[in-house]
Antibody, heavy 123, light 110 residues
Framework: EVQLVESGGGLVQPGRSLRLTCTASGFTFGDYAMSWFRQPPGKGLEWVGFVRTKVYGRTSEYAASVKGRFTISRDDSKSIADLQMSSLKTEDTAVYYC??????????????WGQGTMVTVSS | QSALTQPASVSGSPGQSITISCTGTASDVGNYKLVSWFQQHPGKAPQLIICEDSKRPSGVSDRFSGSKSGNTASLTISGLQAEDEADYYCCSYASSSTLIFGGGTKLTVL
């Protein structure tokens, strides 16, 4: 079964850092880009960023709202994609979703989602 | 980039068809064949129902269909069922390898 499981969410103070981890199973992790999305409570979805595959240098792209503060990385040997968040703001409070960004079988289909992990930024 | 524009809500009766629009610009929706649609039930993760403007991933009901004209994409759900009541989001690839979303549409099945 294709599955993504996020971990690492919780309560953090403004200005501090937090690292989310996404563990994948059921597919050849290294063949797929991985992307993170978020959803503030009661609001819509927002793209956070993504990391490309090894073939494309494992480079990343980010939304303007998080660029310079968030970093997405991957460890293909462990089938893990991380979201390192620093200088957190109250407006970063959201459920964070790890997803598979499928350019292997489709053209840019976000076809697998984790269950989400809640991040609350508050003093 | 600005968010894509969706109606806040739509409604329909069981068995009817509804269409949700998603309007962007020539820099996103109109420039790439890369609009996706997601269904999200309360408290659940989103689920992909349409990709590449009009492709249905395996396992998605053929009652869902996607189309596009110019800068506006559309999602049509035919034969409405109670289980279709959910929030629907459109998403488009945009410049600099970014993704942008619509604000979401709440579908009520009367």
């Amino acid at each position: 079964e294709v599955q993504l499981v996020e971990s690492g969410g919780g309560l953090v103070q403004p200005g501090r850092s937090l690292r989310l981890t996404c563990t994948a199973s059921g597919f050849t992790f290294g063949d797929y880009a991985m992307s993170w999305f978020r959803q503030p409570p009661g609001k819509g979805l927002e793209w956070v960023g993504f990391v490309r595959t090894k073939v494309y240098g494992r480079t990343s792209e980010y939304a303007a709202s998080v660029k310079g503060r968030f970093t997405i990385s991957r460890d293909d040997s462990k089938s893990i994609a991380d979201l390192q968040m620093s200088s957190l703001k109250t407006e970063d409070t959201a459920v964070y979703y790890c997803t598979r960004y499928n350019w292997h079988d489709y053209r840019g289909a976000v076809d697998v989602w984790g269950q989400g992990t809640m991040v609350t930024v508050s003093s | 980039q600005s968010a894509l524009t969706q109606p806040a809500s739509v409604s329909g009766s069981p068995g009817q068809s509804i269409t949700i629009s998603c309007t962007g610009t020539a820099s996103d929706v109109g420039n790439y064949k890369l609009v996706s649609w997601f269904q999200q039930h309360p408290g659940k993760a989103p689920q992909l129902i349409i990709c590449e403007d009009s492709k249905r991933p395996s396992g998605v009901s053929d009652r869902f269909s996607g189309s596009k004209s110019g800068n506006t994409a559309s999602l049509t759900i035919s034969g409405l069922q109670a289980e279709d009541e959910a929030d629907y989001y459109c998403c488009s690839y945009a410049s600099s390898s970014t993704l942008i979303f619509g604000g979401g549409t709440k579908l009520t099945v009367l």
